[in-house]
């Protein structure tokens, strides 16, 4: 089964860049009801607060689905999606990232968040590294990537979900939500949208 939440805007970064020490910093921040806190620095995705995309995506998940067992984040970024779920499901996960740095943070936000026994971060690029099925895949995919990259991407996903498992993914509609959604029922057969949310203007 999948399940598309509608979003707003998004910018990726793939690409690790070298760093100094006064590059990073930490931030705090409140979402399903817990205050996390983040190492970050500036080659990372939303780097100093939790995007309205990973927000809808997991006010919709709380409110709409019980997630249970072992799932992935795909594109983990500073780690938000997966912490959030452990501390509200009490789940395992695995959270993957093609940004090193962005691994290496995550894994750093697990301890600061405590839930360093429940997941691990590690380098991969899409599934490259990618050898375990799941009870769900969470994702705010890279829809900037380019169309053909993120089909492939979501083409793997079908082979690392267990049966019934879920895949769950924010996409701004105006980003091609209505071409991924066809495609997605052609591997699923299925494909729903939870939530939709409406745009938001600074």
Known sequence: MVSIVL???MQ???IDKPHNAEDYFEFRDSVLGYELCFRSCDSIFSKDKIDDGTRALLNAIKKQINLEGYGLDLGCGLGVIGIALIKTFHVKMDMIDINK???RLTN??????????SAKAYFSDGFENVNDRYDF???NPPIKSGKTMLFNLMKETYNHLK???QLILVIRKNHGMESLKKYLISIYSNCE???VIR???Y
């Open 7 to 9: 979003k707003e805007s």
């Open 12 to 14: 990726h970064y793939f």
């Open 101 to 103: 740095t962005a691994v």
């Open 108 to 117: 750093e936000n697990l301890i600061k968040n405590n839930v360093q026994h």
């Open 137 to 139: 895949i969470i994702s």
């Open 163 to 165: 049966d019934n498992g």
């Open 193 to 195: 949208i939870i939530h």
């Open 199 to 201: 745009a938001i203007i």
